[in-house]
């Protein structure tokens, strides 16, 4: 059964911080890996898009890894701001036609004064 | 308007109620999906259409019936829904159907069911 497991369920840091997000997934035959961003009583917003050849991409001060041996990836905030607190989801998507994706719970980050 | 809109935002209703739920996007795209949040679950796909045919039922009971008039408009019907279908339903849309298109998704509507 295809998982996505993502770590911390939430975390608290300090504006200006670092901070990094983890997901790992069993889905298989993998296709691309997504992290979104959602904001309380906002739709997820899509940060990046990570195919099977990527280790790395960026998208300003987000910053996502793929290691598709180890079937992990990793989502890192630099400098934290304010306007960062949300939830953020991995979603893991599969090849050979299926249009449904596995969804992980999310991380809810909180980023304080 | 731009991007893609959901209304109501919050719709409170009885067990024995009929409702829709309509979802607009105004972005050109050609496939329009339905989702369910619940607290604490990851989100749930129940529905895909691509060129307005339903292309995917993802196990959604009855209860819970789609409509696509044309590719810009989605809506869910409701009837006979149960407490545990209380939850955030969010629409989204993408270019194409497929796991390589990125979905925009709309605000939401809060649905609680009494």
């Known amino acids: 059964k295809n998982q996505v497991e993502q770590s911390p369920q939430s975390l608290i840091i300090l504006e200006g911080k670092n901070c990094t997000l983890q997901?790992?997934?069993?889905?298989?035959?993998?296709?691309?890996l997504r992290w979104y961003k959602q904001d309380t009583g906002r739709g997820p917003v899509s940060l990046t898009i990570m195919t099977f050849s990527e280790n790395t991409k960026s998208n300003g001060r987000y910053t996502a890894t793929l290691d598709a041996d180890t079937k992990q990836s990793s989502l890192h905030i630099t400098a934290s701001q304010l306007s960062d607190s949300a939830s953020y989801i991995c979603v893991v998507s599969e090849t050979g036609g299926s249009y449904i994706p596995t969804f992980g719970r999310g991380t809810s980050l909180i980023v304080h004064p | 308007e731009t991007g893609v809109t959901q209304t109501p935002r919050h719709l409170v209703m009885g067990m024995t109620n009929k409702k829709s739920l309509k979802c607009e996007q105004h972005?050109?795209?050609?496939?329009m999906y339905w989702y369910k949040q619940s607290a604490k679950k990851p989100l749930e796909l129940m529905f895909v259409y691509s060129l307005e045919e339903r292309v995917e039922n993802n196990s959604v009971p009855s209860r819970f019936s789609p409509e696509c008039p044309n590719s810009s408009h989605l809506f869910l019907h409701l009837h006979t829904l149960q407490p545990e279908d209380s939850a955030l339903y969010l629409c989204a849309s993408s270019q194409a159907a497929g796991p390589y298109n990125e979905q925009f998704f709309g605000p939401g509507t809060r649905l609680t069911v009494l």
């Open positions: 972005l050109g795209h050609n496939a």
């Open positions: 997901c790992n997934y069993t889905v298989s035959p993998f296709s691309n």
